[in-house]
């Protein structure tokens, strides 16, 4: 069984589908047996075991169970309008990071950083994770975003169980092109 191809399913599944509607708003869980019957019609050998597996070697931390293993939910990245995870709140460090390609620099330095088709814009604790992030869709550039100076002029920042920060958007004068 190719635990990555079911792992990207488990993704869509939990993060993006609507239709058929697999998770509960508040909160975002999903009934690990509903997810199992799904995953089963294309990946026949998927069963609590396997994703436990997923969950346990995801290196990320992309998704969790509550206590009982009865319910399982991406921690953030949804683009399912309206899903409400609890995050936490704490005092940001001086600065946040967020990798992204060359080709969107202009955009953003014109607009800030936006969701786009997500809830959140998704932001990284250090420099290396957001280039690598960059990476992902093309000739990476990290951005620094002043934490501090974002959440005391009142905008939030949470933090998902996962240690990905969060903000519905950042404005530009938050956000300073890292020299790499």
Same mark, same amino acid.
């Given at each position: 069984?190719?635990?990555?191809? &079911?792992?990207?399913?488990?993704?869509?599944?939990?993060?993006?589908?609507?239709?058929?509607?697999?998770?509960?708003?508040?909160?975002?869980?999903?009934?690990?047996? @509903?997810?199992?019957?799904?995953?089963?019609? +294309? =990946?026949?050998?998927?069963?609590? +075991?396997?994703?436990?597996?997923?969950?346990?070697?995801?290196? +990320?931390?992309?998704?969790?169970?509550?206590?009982?293993?009865?319910?399982?939910?991406?921690? @953030?990245?949804?683009?399912?309008?309206?899903?409400?995870?609890?995050?936490? @709140?704490?005092?940001?460090?001086?600065?946040? =990071?967020?990798?992204?390609?060359?080709?969107?620099?202009?955009?953003?330095?014109?607009?800030?950083?936006?969701?786009?088709?997500? @809830? =959140?814009?998704?932001?990284? #604790?250090?420099?290396?994770? #957001?280039?690598?992030?960059?990476?992902?869709?093309?000739?990476?550039?990290?951005?620094?975003?002043?934490?501090?100076?974002?959440?005391?002029?009142?905008?939030?920042?949470?933090?998902?169980?996962?240690?990905?920060?969060?903000?519905?958007? &950042?404005?530009? +004068?938050?956000?300073?092109?890292?020299?790499?």
């Amino acid at each position: 069984m190719n635990l990555i191809k &079911v792992s990207k399913k488990l993704s869509y599944l939990l993060r993006h589908c609507t239709d058929p509607l697999y998770i509960d708003l508040k909160g975002g869980w999903a009934d690990v047996n @509903q997810i199992i019957t799904v995953l089963k019609s +294309k =990946y026949s050998e998927t069963d609590l +075991k396997v994703l436990e597996k997923i969950v346990d070697n995801d290196e +990320k931390g992309r998704y969790s169970f509550n206590s009982d293993h009865t319910k399982i939910r991406a921690n @953030q990245g949804h683009s399912i309008p309206d899903v409400i995870i609890e995050m936490e @709140q704490p005092d940001p460090p001086e600065l946040l =990071y967020h990798g992204t390609a060359t080709r969107f620099l202009p955009t953003i330095l014109e607009e800030g950083l936006k969701p786009m088709t997500r @809830q =959140y814009v998704h932001i990284s #604790a250090d420099p290396e994770t #957001a280039t690598e992030i960059g990476m992902r869709h093309g000739k990476p550039v990290v951005l620094e975003i002043r934490a501090k100076e974002f959440t005391a002029d009142g905008h939030r920042l949470y933090r998902s169980s996962n240690g990905v920060w969060l903000a519905k958007e &950042v404005p530009i +004068k938050y956000i300073s092109v890292m020299e790499m």
